[in-house]
């Protein structure tokens, strides 16, 4: 078994399996000569060119695993919830949701796997090009995450439209979770059947809420999603912001914990206990002279101690002012350090 999928079920490794968050994005030259010529969703709808761009980390840098190049708002369009991808500021939904009348109307998916057929096909050439020799990890956003993006419209400082209606309608709040929690359960085990390996559930803006509303409004979802999801194949749940969420988010579900920066992970990894760990180097450390980026990289394996069960990432996507040489780099270094 890979090194990766082995990790993920804290079996012992012979290194410790790297990959990184957002390992397919602008700071490649490759990955830009394809977007001067599509837009973004242009290349996630088009099954060759996403294949393409998933394989592209893996053959450049040597990493663990492939993430199928695909977005978390993609789930959107069978929800019938219009979004757009904006130069300057990144996503933006159309008319974003913020009554209990409009959470109501938000219809629930006919058929998710006939809409996002480009996915599934993209999926199955994905893995026919890597056949076993390297995992495919899918993906979705989490329903807080994507709730987040639909009542906001776009990024979020504060959260303040989100956190007015959970506060003030909580009814109306459940209903939006439980529409979202289907549409992701759907979205990710029609993935699994297509052929992903593993998955992972982007919690990215969980880490705004205090532990005690994370247990009332979002735990229960989360329960649930895990327990729905299809068990051949292990998930990784990660979160950003705010380590006092992951006790809780590990009791909500998932094989693997992904935690950033912010949290130390040996001390992290102690309090969780019976957990595989994913993360944590800050992707800025990618910014730094290669002698800094290698001794923060040793730090972050060695906070490990060679346990079985770490996956080693960064906290957070690779930032687009990264160098690619630097990319491989740290993959390098991550598997002659950690070599046992
Ligand atoms: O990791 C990978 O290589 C797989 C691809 C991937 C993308 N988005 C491609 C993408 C993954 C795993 C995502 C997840 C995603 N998308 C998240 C969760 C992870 C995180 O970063 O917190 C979120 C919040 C989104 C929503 C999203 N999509 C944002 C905020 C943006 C704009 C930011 C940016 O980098 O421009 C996108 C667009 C997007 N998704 C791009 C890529 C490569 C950039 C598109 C472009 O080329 O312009």
């Known amino acids: 078994m890979s090194a990766f999928l ?136 989490a329903p807080f995450t994507l709730a987040s993006y639909l009542i906001e419209g776009g990024a979020s400082q504060e959260y303040v439209n989100t956190k007015r209606l959970m506060f003030s309608d909580p009814t109306a709040w459940d209903v939006l979770m439980t529409k979202l929690t289907n549409a992701v359960v759907e979205y990710l085990n029609a993935q699994v059947d297509a052929g992903v390996q593993a998955l992972q559930v982007f919690d990215s803006w969980v880490g705004c809420l205090s532990p005690a509303d994370y247990r009332k409004y979002v735990r229960p979802h989360m329960n649930r999603l895990f327990r729905a999801l299809n068990p051949s194949v292990p998930v990784i749940h990660f979160g950003t912001g705010n380590p006092a969420l992951y006790p809780l988010m590990k009791q909500a579900g998932g094989d693997v914990i992904g935690i950033d920066w912010r949290a130390d992970l040996e001390l992290q990894w102690s309090a969780l206990g019976e957990v595989a760990i994913m993360g944590n180097l800050d992707p800025s450390s990618l910014l730094a002279p290669i002698e800094e980026m290698k001794q923060r990289a040793k730090r972050v394996i060695d906070s490990a101690k060679s346990r079985p069960g770490h996956i080693f990432n960064l906290g957070h996507g690779v930032l687009p002012q990264t160098d690619e040489s630097s990319v491989k780099l740290l993959v390098d270094f991550v598997h002659e350090y950690s070599s046992r």
């Open 6 to 141: 082995s990790a993920c079920r804290r079996e012992p490794t012979m290194y410790t399996p790297v990959w990184l968050m957002r390992q397919a994005g602008r700071y490649q030259a490759k990955y830009r000569d394809i977007r001067s010529k599509l837009s973004f969703i242009e290349m996630c709808k088009t099954p060759e060119i996403s294949a393409e761009v998933t394989l592209l980390p893996v053959r450049q840098f040597g990493v663990d695993a492939a993430i199928q190049f695909a977005d978390i708002l993609l789930i959107l369009e069978p929800l019938e919830i219009g979004f757009e991808f904006t130069e300057k500021q990144g996503p933006r939904i159309l008319k974003p949701v913020r009554t209990a009348g409009e959470i109501d109307a938000i219809r629930e998916p006919v058929d998710i796997r006939n809409a996002i057929g480009y996915l599934l096909e993209s999926i199955r050439i994905v893995r026919a090009e890597l056949s076993d020799r390297v995992p495919l990890i899918g993906f979705a956003g």
